[in-house]
């Protein structure tokens, strides 16, 4: 299981990523991440709808309510211009820290 730091800190580039590849509503996301993570990461309602809130707020990321094809009420979700932004800046950090990571991973340190 990862830490929840680590999960927090990946939550905004993950949730922008699977918006990218299309619209999509707070459980599909949940299960997207779960299938992604093989089981590592197990988001919650209560960790996943304040991120998609704050990047709403921030102008990344806007929602829609709809009828589902099951009848259900559903707000879906898509990135807007600003998200495509902030997931670049995002890509950039996390290749930044992956690179020193694989440096010092490949050292050997006794």
Do not use: C, F
């Not at 102008?59 to 990135?79: A, C, D, L, M, Q």
């Amino acid at each position: 299981m990862v830490k929840k730091d680590l999960v927090a800190a990946s939550s905004v580039p993950l949730v922008l990523l699977i918006l990218q590849g299309g619209e999509s509503y707070g459980y599909e996301i949940i299960q997207r991440v779960r299938s992604l993570s093989e089981d590592e990461l197990k988001w919650t309602d209560g960790m996943l709808y304040p991120v998609l809130h704050r990047l709403e707020k921030e102008g990344k990321v806007e929602s829609s309510w709809r009828i589902s094809e099951t009848g259900r009420r559903r707000k879906y979700y898509s990135i807007k211009g600003l998200g495509i932004e902030a997931l670049e800046e995002e890509r950039r950090q996390w290749n930044a820290v992956n690179g020193a990571l694989d440096k010092l991973w490949g050292k050997s340190y006794v």
